[in-house]
T-cell receptor, first 111, second 114 residues
């Protein structure tokens, strides 16, 4: 089983819709969870990071962690065409250590 | 907002040549990293660097690779004798030394080996 998995998409939604992205992981020792956004030919840009189960909200973005199911989610409300990008979940094995990335989900928000 | 900068944005090199990729991490950061992303594949960890030494490296990071922090601002990745399969995007990242702060990435260097 792969350590971190994401559906590659593409996920196509109309402008204004809620985008729902998911990531599963295999190692129950993981404690920190991050979401990055990557535009074409650009580096990963940090969106959110969370520790422990529950929800964290930042503007239009909500990150959700369910450690019992080893499942993390990112929701984007009121999606905009500028949200069209690849979204990567990333998990460090311990504080400061290397990040293990999912394969990314490509999102297309149509005007 | 401070950012990680990488140069060059695109490097084209003949197979077998040495290449040096350069990064300027965010100024108060203490942990530095290199990752690579082959076209269409996942971002993969190469190496982490702290207190002037390698703290962890992946199996990809073999003897052909080396890292250096030659001064107080630059962080470099050297590939001694490039192979076709080294063609990829190479990303530098850095983080502070405080708590569990996340890594911040540069926009990468696209390395093309001919």
């Amino acid at each position: 089983q792969k350590e971190v998995e994401q559906d590659p998409g593409p996920l196509s939604v109309p402008e204004g819709a809620i985008v729902s992205l998911n990531c599963t992981y295999s190692n129950s020792a993981f404690q920190y969870f991050m979401w990055y956004r990557q535009y074409s030919r650009k580096g990963p840009e940090l969106l959110m990071y969370t520790y422990s189960s529950g929800n964290k909200e930042d503007g239009r973005f909500t990150a959700q962690v369910d450690k019992s199911s080893k499942y993390i989610s990112l929701f984007i409300r009121d999606s905009q065409p500028s949200d069209s990008a690849t979204y990567l979940c990333a998990i460090p094995k311990a504080a400061g250590n290397k990040l293990t990335f999912g394969g990314g989900t490509r999102v297309l928000v149509k005007p | 907002e401070p950012e990680v900068t990488q140069t060059p944005s695109h490097q084209v090199t003949q197979m077998g040549q040495e290449v040096i990729l350069r990064c300027v991490p965010i100024s108060n950061h203490l942990y530095f990293y290199w990752y690579r992303q082959i076209l269409g594949q996942k971002v993969e960890f190469l190496v982490s660097f702290y207190n002037n030494e390698i703290s962890e490296k992946s199996e990809i990071f073999d003897d052909q690779f080396s890292v250096e922090r030659p001064d107080g601002s630059n962080f470099t990745l050297k590939i001694r004798s490039t192979k076709l399969e080294d063609s990829a995007m190479y990303f530098c990242a850095s983080r502070t030394g405080f708590g569990n702060q996340p890594q911040h990435f540069g926009d990468g260097t696209r390395l093309s080996i001919l």
